[in-house]
């Protein structure tokens, strides 16, 4: 139960301070995507049906906020948790190079849906722009957050870890 709330308090706090503090901080007009690197993390440290529900979360939560199609991003989120829920098996804590690729191709392919579903599909055929103006700076600015705030989330993912383990013994 414990862990359920500090998942919601993470991914809220990730939100606001995405659509607040960062909007301050933005380059170019380009964010970091912190709620991608939320849900690519939970994925590849907690397994695919954890990374699915925070990705089911994160993206509900731009659908109602931002959205007039409810579900889009939710979906998106959620199958970029799945995925990265396979990589649960190699992941090493101390190793940070996977979680910067993930991250790194998560929101790639993040940034490559929304502009395909979004943008191309109403015939607004500029890729290469999107992909030179928004993706590849979304991408690096999100790289560059991820190296402070995935510390941080594993920090509280090896904190809750061991006190489950405590309290599981206490049982046995």
Known sequence: ?????VTIAIILVCFLLECTVFQGLA??????NLLIIVTSSFGFMRGKKEGMMVGF???LL??????DLIGFYALIYMVLGYVNGFFRKIFYDDDIK???????????????IVCIFMFIMRSKFHYFYYLKSVIIPELIYTILVTIVLYQVILYINKKLE???????SKFV
């Open 162 to 168: 061991a006190e489950e383990k405590r309290s599981a």
């Open 27 to 32: 380059l170019g007009s380009v964010t970091p």
């Open 98 to 112: 996977l979680p910067l690729i993930l991250i790194a191709v998560s929101d790639f392919v993040y940034g490559n």
């Open 62 to 67: 731009i659908d109602i906020m931002f959205n």
């Open 1 to 5: 139960m414990k862990r359920k709330i």
């Open 57 to 59: 979360i994160s993206g």
